[in-house]
């Protein structure tokens, strides 16, 4: 299985992106999928995340301004980011909770993170 996450790149403060997380490989189903960002020198830290029926979590700084979302027939997540910060400047990972056969367990995976940088 492999997580890949795009979408990342360099824009100025107030502007807008669109982050994906698609899996891909042996997948039966996908539970819960979550972003996260670590900044230079900080801890990774909690962004959003989604469970399989669309519920979602936000981390409080995010609340208003980050929307996540999900499209189980492309595997795909999706975290769109609109009036971004300078302090939003991080490297964004997404982990999944995969099954790869029927009533097997759940693992979890991380992609390699992208890159968000916030001009001022």
């Known amino acids: 299985v492999q997580l890949q996450a795009s979408g990342g790149g360099l824009v100025q403060a107030g502007g807008s992106l669109r982050l994906s997380c698609a899996a891909s490989g042996s997948i039966f189903s996908i539970r819960d999928v979550g972003w996260y960002r670590q900044a230079p020198g900080k801890q990774r830290d909690f962004v959003s995340s989604?469970?399989?029926?669309?519920?979602?979590n936000y981390a409080d700084t995010m609340k208003g301004r980050f929307t996540i979302s999900r499209d189980n027939a492309k595997n795909t997540v999706y975290l769109q980011m609109n009036t971004l910060k300078p302090e939003d400047t991080a490297v964004y990972y997404c982990?999944?909770?995969?099954?790869?056969?029927?009533?097997?367990?759940?693992?979890?995976?991380w992609g390699q993170g992208t890159l968000v940088t916030v001009s001022s």
């Open positions: 982990n999944a909770q995969i099954q790869h056969i029927t009533g097997g367990v759940y693992f979890t995976y």
């Open positions: 989604i469970t399989s029926v669309g519920s979602t």
